[in-house]
Nanobody
Framework: QVQLVESGGGLVQVGGSLRLSCAASRSISRISAEAWYRQAPGKERELVAA???????NYADSVKGRFTISRDTAKKMVYLQMNNLKPEDAAVYYCKAELLYYTDEGNPVVGVFWGQGTQVTVSP
């Protein structure tokens, strides 16, 4: 079984920046439909940024102009650059993507996977 693993979260002051990274836990053949979500305490999980099927990026209104989703096709990784962080950005951030990989027996597996989340805390 493959998992997505996020990293880069932490504590940052208001106005600061963080860069989140997301990678698969094992070798994969393809990553697509990458997206970042977040969930704050007592709130539902919300979409923050995502790549469309055409390769363009969509953002939640609350992060437009401050956050940037990007990908490294060769490394099969996805990133979220977060600038000018605000207290309301504090949440657990999750990576989601569609992955293609092959089992040890050589069987292809395609599915949508989530990471375990990384905490982002923004202090005043």
């Amino acid at each position: 079984q493959v998992q997505l693993v996020e990293s880069g979260g932490g504590l940052v002051q208001v106005g600061g920046s963080l860069r989140l990274s997301c990678a698969a836990s094992r070798s994969i053949s393809r990553i697509s439909a990458e997206a970042w979500y977040r969930q704050a305490p007592g709130k539902e999980r919300e979409l923050v940024a995502a790549f469309t099927s055409t390769g363009s990026a969509n953002y939640a209104d609350s992060v437009k102009g401050r956050f940037t989703i990007s990908r490294d096709t060769a490394k099969k990784m996805v990133y979220l650059q977060m600038n000018n962080l605000k207290p309301e950005d504090a949440a657990v951030y999750y990576c989601k993507a569609e992955l293609l990989y092959y089992t040890d027996e050589g069987n292809p597996v395609v599915g949508v996977f989530w990471g375990q989340g990384t905490q982002v805390t923004v202090s005043p």
